[in-house]
DNA sequence: TTGTCAAGAAGGAATGTTCGTTTTAGTTTG
DNA sequence: CAAACTAAAACGAACATTCCTTCTTGACAA
């Protein structure tokens, strides 16, 4: 199973073929073909992992009490992504996510799920805003679900980053969303 | 080309076979491979087309002076994106990218040239942060590298969604990311 | 201790299919 | 006439998957 991981995030899940994957593991077909009834399937599931990894990181960073700042809420759904389960590097997750992102599109069953689980991730995570308007950090005058979805969006771009160059810090978003917040800017732009 | 373009950006670069394009297209083999060698070809002009859209935009959006605000400047990105080269849709040019993010880990030229395209949007955008530092927006505890890559972050982030949901409109990044920009933190969190 | 046996696990060659590509001969189009 | 294209067949390579064999293990009886 982590050799299959492996193996898609290094080459995609269509350019892995199943031989590529019974010498990572050192299996045979045999052997895989009893857990798994195809690739298909195989893919499934190593998608539904990695998928999970980012809906857990993201469902409960928002349920914190009080949530942290913006910097620290992507911190911490960052550092918990990867320290995860037991990724090679924080790349390979990258990598991995990029994958899952591109095979929704193509697998329904997927992508009914994925959209069902980033729903339910924004839903929180609107509630993390609201929780700033109240406490008056954020301004009134912004759709809670916008700002949520801005957030998010902070995090995933972090995540394509890292996979594609495997270089960046998360303090480093932390630094550079930290700037953004505290830009000097009264009305709007 | 906007055919396979299509089929690319649905089924992804390696579940697309060959017929699947040539059906898409209405051509005969022989048509086709009279201007592409092969489907790695016709894969690396695709992916170096839509990264070229987004290469484009990135620095175009740099290059203005004086540079836009950060709502701002990412709105001119994400517009230009997306007015880009007659995709069909949003979702669309954003499912494509996803699937050239992809693709760069498995083929190394493609990899190299989206790295040092990478590397000269980004020192681009640096270049904004520091001008916002200069003219006192930005706080300058800030390296502006930093802010930079959470602010391109920040705009694949959105790609990214784009092409999951393509639910997304680019006035809502921008009212959300006004919103983070004018949060009432004083030192830091 | 030793031998037996059933069942689960893994091996690995073989299979049929699909794919990318080439080739051929004929057809349209400017 | 020539360039561009069609249609269809054919090719080997690569592929996912199957099927039968072999190995391992643990319970149990002699």
């Known amino acids: 199973m982590v050799g299959a991981r492996r193996c898609f995030a290094r080459n995609g899940f269509h350019a892995t073929s199943m031989q590529d994957i019974l010498k990572e593991v050192g299996l045979s077909a045999g052997a895989v073909y009893r857990y798994f009834s195809g690739k298909e399937e195989l893919i499934e599931a190593i998608a539904e992992e990695a998928f999970s990894v980012l809906h857990d990181a993201f469902d409960e960073a928002a349920r914190q009490s009080p949530p942290p700042l913006p910097d620290e809420l992507l911190g911490y759904v960052l550092r918990q992504c990867f320290a995860g389960t037991g990724f090679d590097t924080e790349r390979e997750f990258g990598q991995l996510v990029l994958q899952v992102w591109g095979e929704t599109t193509r697998n329904e069953v997927l992508g009914a799920k994925v959209h069902a689980a980033v729903t339910m991730m924004r839903a929180g995570w609107t509630e993390v805003v609201k929780e700033y308007q109240r406490q008056g950090i954020m301004p009134d005058d912004v759709e809670p679900e916008y700002a949520a979805r801005t957030l ?18 998360i303090d480093q978003l932390q630094q550079g969303l930290r700037g953004v917040m505290r830009m000097q800017v009264t009305g709007a732009s």
Chains 1, 2 share one sequence.
């Open 152 to 169: 998010m969006g902070c995090a995933m771009g972090f995540i394509a980053q890292q996979a594609l160059f495997g270089d960046l810090e």
